[in-house]
């Protein structure tokens, strides 16, 4: 059983940075791909960013915040993170870490096994 807390969120000001980080344990944190989703109120969870294992990692990035965020991973300890820069109002969101069991990157939230709780980010204008 693989448990993800999630931490860093808060209130920041537009243009302001924030990192995330997703704390896990279980076995086989290394052989997970990790993702970060955000879901903003009354809106559906959607992708913001994903890194598989290995040697050949893959990275993918929303659109939307690509050239801003920065996903990373830890392996000696067992984390995951996000760095999120140059923040605006509409990435206002619960954002959470998640975890899938293969070594392919998805956009879709139903193909991650694990979740953490949320982290609440609000960027204010």
């Known amino acids: 059983q693989v448990q993800l807390v999630e931490s860093g969120g808060g209130l920041v000001q537009a243009g302001d940075s924030l990192r995330l980080s997703c704390a896990t344990s279980g076995p086989r944190f290394s052989s997970y791909t990790m993702a970060w989703f955000r879901q903003a109120p009354g809106k559906e969870r959607e992708f913001v960013a994903a890194?598989?294992?290995?040697?050949?990692?893959?990275?993918a990035y929303a659109d939307s915040v690509k050239g801003r965020f920065t996903i990373s991973r830890d392996t000696a300890k067992n984390a995951a993170y996000l760095q999120m820069n140059s923040l605006k109002p509409e990435d206002t969101a619960v954002y959470y870490c998640a975890a899938g069991p293969l070594n392919v990157y998805f956009t879709v939230s139903t193909k991650y096994t694990y979740w953490g709780q949320g982290t609440q980010v609000t960027v204010s204008s």
């Open positions: 890194i598989t294992w290995g040697s050949g990692t893959s990275i």
